[in-house]
Nanobody
Framework: VQLQASGGGLVQSGGSLRLSCKAS????????MGWYRQAPGKQRELVAD???????NYADSVKGRSTISRDNAKATVYLQMDSLKPEDTAVYYC???????????WGQGTLVTVSS
């Protein structure tokens, strides 16, 4: 399984980013998918999860500011992040979602840096 996240960057507080993650080596459409993040010195945490049917759940920290979506034809999961805050600064990864065994290799992730 390969997971290639992209779309991160440096943005000012209040800005927006759209992250993408292309998955290969797995049957994408039968897997729930999630976006995770790991800030410096902190554990990796799940920020958003989307089921095979498109039902989404969000961590309280991003609820109302983020939208997860998926395109099964492209085997890609997206995370639209708006009203970004400095505390959103982290490396963002995608992987299988809640209830699914995560792929062992998480990929490089994509770095999001939000300046105040």
């Amino acid at each position: 399984v390969q997971l290639q996240a992209s779309g991160g960057g440096l943005v000012q507080s209040g800005g927006s980013l759209r992250l993408s993650c292309k998955a290969s080596g797995m049957l994408f459409k039968i897997n729930g998918m999630g976006w995770y993040r790991q800030a410096p010195g902190k554990q990796r945490e799940l920020v958003a999860d989307i089921s095979t049917g498109g039902n989404a759940n969000y961590a309280d920290s991003v609820k109302g500011r983020s939208t997860i979506s998926r395109d099964n034809a492209k085997a890609t999961v997206y995370l639209q992040m708006d009203s970004l805050k400095p505390e959103d600064t982290a490396v963002y990864y995608c992987n299988r979602g809640l209830g699914y065994a995560p792929a062992s290799y998480w990929g490089q992730g994509t770095l999001v840096t939000v300046s105040s």
